[in-house]
């Protein structure tokens, strides 16, 4: 059997996580008194130049960064994007025993297909069609078409007679499929079986699908949730550096003397030149500033301007380069309760008490239920944005997906929450990373990863001496 979901690029095999110690690696120092050298640094040009860290994956299964033109940067490689669509490439096929008869005029016969036509399916779908032939069967194919008209072919596997390939990734809507077989004789015969339909109507997704819109502003999460500028190096020897941002919510820790916001790895640390950001600064509730959008003045925004002290990865981020490292593309910011704060007055000094925060969940969510994203897309600044759909698996990645998500560069981070109206979390993922030219937003594993380690150095992990980031678990 194989395993694929609608609009995969691959499958790759990943690595088990290695237990370390956390390695630190020192930071920049900061002035004493006066303005907040980070602060000072965002100025209106550098905040106006700032792009997206917006991570795509090609069908070949290499990655880039997509920039605001609609350009891919090549991230970890040279190669450019070549393809205008999303085809994923197909597995090895399981041939049938060749003959090379010429007497063989007929395609293979194909019987029992599952599902049946009228069937109504979940997020991921088993399809399996018996065929057979004569001259022995070359291959199999299941052909998937999308309620949009969208059509993607899979390569089946074979059992015996039996050719099976799984799919995740379906959303409401009526879906339909055909199989495509073709016989092992010179003649290669062929037979396109007639193309059925079948229904996916999740009862657990109780809101309306939504792809990509301004958050109607309910629930706590739009207070703890902000956007996030820093910046990475251009090349190895780390001469010039650029800005970026993402988003990031703040998460309950119960710790003292600090906050912890949690968002995506690629956020925090440079997998190809293997450095930490620098110069971070997060703007909470940004969608509630006075101005007509993002810049310099921390005055005009809500909450005002904060400065964590550290960023906190996973080991396994590190050393391995996007997208081989995608399992790990969570990460946390830690904020100290003194000295972090610039701009509009607060009733408290600490980050998690002045906007809120919302909790972590690290056991496994509900596939099928409705999810909702959350993040601050470039394109709609100062806008807080979200999709909504229900949730799916990733399979070739083995992350979460929201296959017609919209939301747009910036939004890398931002909270994923199955909980309905309020917005009160808990927090099940973040925005991690999409496809080339086609919708969908993955998020990473929470539940059954390091997710929960990498949180618990950052809640202990000490401010002295003065670093900009661990990695460890």
């Given amino acids: 059997m194989s395993h694929h979901r609608y609009g995969i690029t691959g499958l790759i095999v990943v690595a088990a996580m290695a237990i370390s110690a956390p390695a630190v690696a020192s930071a920049p120092k900061s002035t004493a008194g006066g303005e907040n050298p ?34 891919l940067e090549p991230h970890g490689h040279r190669q450019p994007q070549l393809f205008a669509t999303n085809t994923p490439p197909q597995p090895a ?8 008869a010429t007497s063989d005029v007929a395609g293979p016969s194909v019987t029992n297909r599952i ?15 018996t065929v057979t032939d004569s ?16 059509a ?15 799919i995740s990734g379906f959303t409401t809507g009526t879906w339909a499929w055909s199989v495509i077989a073709k016989d092992a004789s010179r003649r290669a015969n062929t037979t396109t079986t007639a193309t059925t339909t079948m229904t996916l109507n999740t009862g657990s997704s109780s809101g309306t699908n939504v792809a990509n819109a301004p958050w109607p502003g309910n629930g706590p999460v739009q207070q703890a949730t902000g956007r996030i500028y820093f910046e990475m190096p251009d090349n190895v020897t780390q001469t010039t550096w650029s800005g970026y941002v993402c988003s990031g919510t703040v998460a309950t820790d119960g710790s003292t003397g600090r906050s912890v916001i949690i968002t995506a790895a690629h956020c925090v640390y440079d997998d190809v030149y293997k450095v930490f950001a620098r110069n971070v600064l997060f703007i909470p ?18 909450l005002g301007c904060w400065t964590p002290s550290f960023g906190v990865v996973d080991t396994d981020w590190t050393t391995r380069t996007f997208p081989a490292n995608i399992p790990w593309d969570y990460a946390y910011y830690v904020v100290g309760d003194t000295s972090a704060h610039t701009g509009t007055a607060v009733t408290d000094p600490a980050l998690d008490i002045a906007a809120g925060s919302l909790a972590v969940q690290f056991t496994p969510p509900t596939v099928g239920a409705f999810t909702t994203a959350m993040g601050y897309s470039y394109n709609q600044d100062p806008k807080f944005m979200y999709c909504a759909e229900a949730l799916a ?19 890398s981070g931002g909270p994923w929450m199955q909980s309905l109206n309020l917005g009160t979390g808990p927090i099940i993922s973040v925005n991690s990373w999409g496809y080339t030219n086609s919708a969908g937003m993955a998020g990473p594993r929470l539940s059954g990863s390091s997710a929960s380690c990498v949180f618990d150095l950052a809640k202990t992990q000490a401010f002295s001496p003065p670093n900009r980031g661990i990695s460890g678990c």
């Fill in 393 to 411: 698996t990733e399979i070739s990645y083995n992350d979460w997906w929201l296959g017609q998500c919209g939301l747009s560069g910036g939004a």
């Fill in 285 to 302: 509730n940004q969608s509630g500033t006075t101005g007509i959008a993002t810049d310099s003045n921390c005055t005009n925004d809500p």
């Fill in 115 to 129: 599902p049946a036509p009228g069937a109504t399916i979940t997020t991921s779908v088993t399809f399996s069609a």
């Fill in 93 to 100: 096929r399981t041939s049938r025993p060749i003959t090379l």
């Fill in 135 to 150: 001259s022995g069967v070359k291959s199999v194919t299941f052909k998937v078409v999308s309620p949009s008209g969208q």
């Fill in 38 to 71: 980070t602060v000072a640094h965002w100025t209106t040009a550098r905040i106006n130049a700032a792009t997206p860290r917006d991570f795509v994956v090609d069908q070949r299964g290499l990655s880039y960064l997509a920039k605001p033109d609609g350009s």
């Fill in 152 to 166: 993607q072919s899979f390569a089946a596997r074979a059992s015996g007679s039996t050719y099976s390939a799984t």
